[in-house]
């Protein structure tokens, strides 16, 4: 599908990247990470401990997508290597209970990287 791209904010040499699949219902969002550094890159599996979404909700709330667990296998991207995910948004913002209507701000969290945000709006239905 087509994409919308936004920038990374990392300042590591792990870029993370946002962008929406626009030919698609419901709305998809498509998480990349880049491992730009010489060493590999360790991480969680989306969605566990340290790898996220953060939304910040029309009413000025946090609100972290993810879930806790210990002795889950490590997920290594080597140098130069790359990781896509590719996840359904309004299904996960209907699991946390964000369904009022206005702005949301999306982050993407990996471990101490940030993503740049992307903004969707959820209309008065």
């Not at 087509?2 to 993370?16: G, I, M, N, P, W």
């Not at 309004?90 to 740049?116: F, H, V």
């Amino acid at each position: 599908g087509k994409t919308v791209q936004t920038e990374s904010s990392a300042a590591s040499q792990v870029q993370l990247e946002l962008a929406f699949v626009l030919d698609q219902v419901p709305t998809r969002l498509v998480l990349t990470l880049t491992n730009r550094s010489d060493k590999v890159f360790h991480t969680t599996p989306i969605f566990t401990n340290g790898n996220r979404l953060n939304f910040l909700t029309p009413d000025g709330r946090i609100v972290q997508h993810f879930v806790s667990k210990d002795g889950v296998q490590e997920l290594t991207i080597p140098p130069g290597g790359s990781k896509t995910w590719e996840i359904e948004l309004t299904t996960i913002m209907k699991s946390r209970n964000l369904e009022d209507p206005g702005l949301y701000n999306i982050t993407w969290q990996c471990e101490n990287i940030l993503s740049a945000s992307v903004k969707c709006v959820l209309s008065n239905k």
